[in-house]
């Protein structure tokens, strides 16, 4: 079992820079795929990025890629979402997710994913 606790949202303007962090429970965390999602009001949930267990391999859903960084420490047991020139777009409840697949690899659908944070609201204003 992980739980995951969400931090570092908040109100930014538009073009503005804001990191959430996901701190995980557990002595296992570096064998989990990481990943965030965000979930704006009467929308579903959607990919936003992702990371596998070793740092190795990240990936972005087109509209974050370039603004957005995807990181882990895993000897903190933390995943990072930096986000950059936030646009009003991106306001959303942001959620992290890890998965136990065995493999090397990093995962975009919520299905994928065994264990989810509370999630952390950022509201991106004009």
Known sequence: QVQLVESGGGLVQAGG???LSCAASGRTFSS???????????????????ISQN??????ADSVRGRFAV???????TVYLQMNS???EDTAVYYC?????????????????????????V???L
């Open 55 to 60: 740092n190795k391999i990240t990936h972005y």
């Open 86 to 88: 936030l646009k009003p």
């Open 97 to 121: 997710a890890a998965s136990r697949s065995p493999y090397s690899t990093v995962l975009v659908t919520t299905n994928g994913y065994d264990y989810w944070g509370q999630g952390t609201q």
């Open 17 to 19: 820079s804001l990191r």
């Open 32 to 50: 989990y795929v990481m990943g965030w999602f965000r979930q704006a009001p009467a929308k579903e949930r959607e990919f936003v990025a992702a």
């Open 71 to 77: 990181s882990r420490d895993n000897a903190k047991n």
């Open 123 to 125: 509201t991106v204003s």
